[in-house]
């Protein structure tokens, strides 16, 4: 059976808790099934957040997106998942990754480790949240059993690996760091290199008994009737792609709602992506494109 279409938006600023929980239900009353919250300084603390998101709202499901491994002690994390979890009724997605913003390490006072190791790290916090999550007497226990779905994003082969091994939902991020460029700034991959990361996974996790969920996440929505120009500019943003990367790439969604719409058909088509993030300035740009997509 084919996989339903989810859209989640990924929320990145609080300003009070009222306009915190209004925003939630905004979401909800738009039909976003996900209400997702990152994990940089700067931005909302993810559990406390996630908690008055659940509470605000009835229907959608609630998650990191994601999570800075490097930030994180397992069992203190353990803790705090299971906890989310049973106070969301069971509502929780865990996303995860290896962080890659060296000025927050250093401003929070931790280290910063090479890409091989920060992956290293993840890996073992993964294992260490299953085998504690996954055992009947840790106190507490999550809602959801053995543990909440666990989203890993990224797109290099051992995140890859990494993702088919463990995770229900695949997450590509579509961006890489940029060249020449100061660590935290990435660019924007081009189509054909995203579908290289896609095929790549799916080697990886052919043996899997199902298959997961794909997620891409959509870094602008711009509502336009001339496509071409409206890429023109985001390519001289210097995002790394040039005018004709930019109209295909997946990252981006140009032109008018039911041109939206139909993109996002044909690259559930092509990359097999059947859950959509946006990010939450464009929380209304996207609403007439969630309207066409309705039931699909």
């Known amino acids: 059976?084919?996989?339903?279409?989810?859209?989640?938006?990924?929320?990145?600023?609080?300003?009070?808790g009222?306009?915190?929980r209004e925003k939630c239900r905004r979401a909800e009353q738009?039909?976003?099934?996900v209400l997702l919250v990152p994990d940089h300084l700067g931005m909302p603390a993810p559990f406390p957040a996630l908690v008055a998101a659940a509470e605000?709202?009835?229907r959608p499901r609630v998650g990191t997106f994601v999570l800075n491994?490097?930030?994180?002690?397992?069992?203190?994390?353990?803790?705090?998942?299971?906890?989310?979890?049973?106070?969301?009724?069971?509502?929780l997605e865990l996303g995860l990754g290896t962080g890659y913003?060296?000025?927050?390490?250093?401003t929070a006072g931790l280290p910063w480790h090479s890409p091989g190791e920060r992956v290293d790290r993840l890996a073992r916090t993964i294992e260490e949240l299953e085998r504690l999550l996954g055992d009947a007497g840790h106190v507490p226990q999550p809602a959801q059993r053995p543990r909440p779905p666990l989203l890993i994003g990224g797109n290099g082969p051992r995140?890859?690996?990494?993702?088919a091994r463990h995770?229900?939902?695949?997450?590509?991020?579509?961006?890489?760091?940029a060249r020449d460029e100061p660590e935290a700034k990435l660019e924007l991959m081009p189509a054909d290199e995203l579908a290289a990361s896609v095929d790549r996974y799916r080697e990886y996790a052919a043996d899997r008994p199902e298959p997961a969920e794909l997620n891409i996440l959509v870094q602008r929505v711009q509502v336009t009737d001339d496509r071409r120009a409206a890429a023109r500019e985001i390519a001289a943003l210097d995002v790394g792609l040039d005018e004709e990367q930019a109209l295909a790439a997946p990252t981006l969604l140009i032109g008018t709602p039911q041109q939206m719409a139909e993109q996002l058909r044909e690259r559930r088509e092509r990359f097999g992506f059947s859950y959509i993030t946006v990010l939450d300035p464009f929380l209304e740009t996207f609403a007439p494109v969630l309207e066409e997509l309705a039931g699909s």
């Open 167 to 177: 995770a229900e939902i695949a997450a590509f991020t579509g961006g890489r760091p």
């Open 1 to 16: 059976m084919p996989r339903p279409s989810r859209f989640g938006i990924n929320m990145l600023t609080l300003d009070s």
């Open 18 to 20: 009222a306009g915190w």
């Open 69 to 91: 491994a490097g930030f994180c002690n397992p069992a203190l994390l353990a803790r705090e998942v299971a906890t989310t979890d049973d106070l969301t009724g069971g509502r």
């Open 101 to 106: 913003v060296r000025a927050e390490h250093e």
């Open 159 to 163: 995140m890859l690996r990494l993702a």
């Open 30 to 33: 738009l039909g976003y099934d």
């Open 56 to 58: 605000a709202t009835e």
